[in-house]
């Protein structure tokens, strides 16, 4: 049932090389499996700070084979979401970099594995959890909220073998680690390589770093998976010219590319024999929903291709009917085992049971072509991706409002706009936002106004603040 | 302007660090210089001194006084 179960037939492969040239086999996560399952309980929550390293990748795996159920964290999520987070969830478990921790002073020290430790707290206020939740992910990451996706053991399995089918993965593979394992679609990618016995290059490094390339380069990956900043990235980065001769696919996801980066990626791969894939998902489904079939990465650019092995789409109206007419844009609905069980807004909500059944309305506007090829074409959820990260425009308000009682967030992706209404504060603003999720400034630009629309019950009308 | 002042100017501006700052600034030792940064900061350098950087010079720009020395490669006398 579970990701690491088909580990034992993998023993004399190797499971990680690392950018300081380690080493890792299959067989050293059962040493460590069997270290760690001595010091856990069963069914406890934890928290996994997670970066791209040895002892968080292990620990996360850990706790899969143990059914400890990790809520899965940024490690440099900022230190008060941090402490907010801990008061809610109150876990039993903390796994973490061990220099952070002093930061968890009720902590006990009960194992330490390379740069890691398990703490462990008072578990008399902990709460059921319901037998199928295997972890958490955060819904918008860097600003801490409270509100998890619930993921099942069968949600993880199902995507990463889908994954694995339509991307062709065997134990040949050896992907390079671009994004953060806290991160739904940075961990689907470990978990659909795992399952296969392939090789992950593991590094915390970004594209930007002369590590990145190295270990690229010496570990001979054959595949990067990137959201569309990282492919803007590449592009900056003259990726066009390089001599790669080991990396044969690219995947994109996180958001839309932009056309112009999409055509030109697809038509270099197309030219050099490797294979690009845009893809489409959400957490709320584990990670992936869709993919473009690389044979129509270019005839079909722009889309966001077809529902994965075991998934279905389809668009509904304003009244929920089905619509069947290509072309025409409706909310987009998704049925597949790697739907998630629904939400958790604390402690309680960890023994639901599954609440979605199986289907997801995305919130994502789409269309699908006369072939079937479906096309996103708006959002209408209050978040936007900066970077990557999945931010939810509320929880900034909610954020920002500790500094300025007035404000509204909109925006697009890469791009907020925060509305204030006090001019004085608006370089605060921006260094209090970005200090706090942890993004570059850059995302963020503010205007003032003199006022924030509202209904008359209070609700902020976003409609009217671009006629401000 | 003289090429010091407007390499630094890049900084300052790009980075929002002061000139103070300037000497020991490495790569994510401020919020604004992660690789968010680095892509916009690598683009100005280009625009400011009309040059185009190569990848290993863009990878391997980890510090303000390490620009310097990649910026030599390019005819930019700082």
Redesign the interface.
Known sequence: MVIINGFNQYSNNKLAICDDGRILYYSDFNVFDNQFKAKTKTRSLAFCFCKNTPASLFGYLGMISNKVVPIMLDAKLEAQLRTTLFEIYTPTYIWLPSDMVGEFKAGTEVFSWESYTLLTFDSSNSKPLHPDLALLFATSGSTGSPKLVRISYENLLSNANSIAEYLSIDENERPITALPMNYSFGLSIINSHLIKGATLLLTDK?????G??ELLKSGKATSLSGVP?TF??LS????F??ELPHLKTLTQAGGKLNLKYTNEFAAFCHTMGKRFFVMYGQTEATARMAYLPNEYAVAKAGSMGIAIPGGEFWLIDHQKQIIQEPEVVGELVYRGKNVSMGYAEGINDLAKADENNGILYTGDMAKRDAEGFYYIVGRNKRFIKL?GNRVNLDETEQILKNMVPECACVGVDDQMVIYITEPTQTENVINYI??KT?I????FSVKCIDTIPKNPSGKTLYAQLANQ | MDTIQKYKEVFINHL?VTEDQLSTLT?QSV??W???????L??NLEDAFDIML???D???F?SYVKGKEILAKYDVKL
């Open positions: 970004s594209v930007m770093e002369k990145f390339w900043y803007e990235m900056m980065l003259r990726f010219k390089m970077f970005s200090g942890g570059n400034p850059k995302a | 929002q790569y919020s604004t992660d690789s968010v940064g680095h892509m916009g690598m683009a190569d990848t290993d863009i990878i391997d980890s």
